[in-house]
Nanobody, 124 residues
């Protein structure tokens, strides 16, 4: 069974940057689509970004142009570089996997594995 662990969350002022990382224990195939979800207080979880096994990416409209998802396939680490952060980006961020989906398919699909989450707080 895959276990995902996020790190890199924290508190930052509006306009700042953070980089989240996600490591996996247990075997994950390089062809798996991986990505990030977030959940703000009192809101539904929402997909943020996905990257499939071919390196294609997709982003939620609210973060496009500010966030960048990347992967170290060799070390099996997933990253989310978050730039120009806004208070509305405050949320718990979860690393997820979808299996063998494309990035575009993934954002409309329910992930099959979730990490425990890392908190991001952006102050104005």
């Amino acid at each position: 069974q895959v276990q995902l662990r996020e790190s890199g969350g924290g508190s930052v002022q509006s306009g700042g940057s953070l980089r989240l990382s996600c490591t996996a224990s247990g075997y994950t195939y390089s062809t798996y689509c991986k990505g990030w979800f977030r959940q703000a207080p009192g809101k539904e979880r929402e997909a943020v970004a996905a990257m499939d096994g071919d390196g294609r990416t997709t982003y939620a409209g609210s973060v496009k142009g500010r966030f960048v998802i990347s992967r170290d396939y060799y070390r099996d680490i997933l990253y989310l570089q978050m730039n120009r952060l806004k208070p509305e980006d405050t949320a718990m961020y979860y690393c997820v996997t979808w299996g063998k989906l494309t990035a575009i398919q993934a954002l409309d699909s329910v992930p099959n594995s979730w990490g425990q989450g890392t908190q991001v707080a952006v102050s104005s």
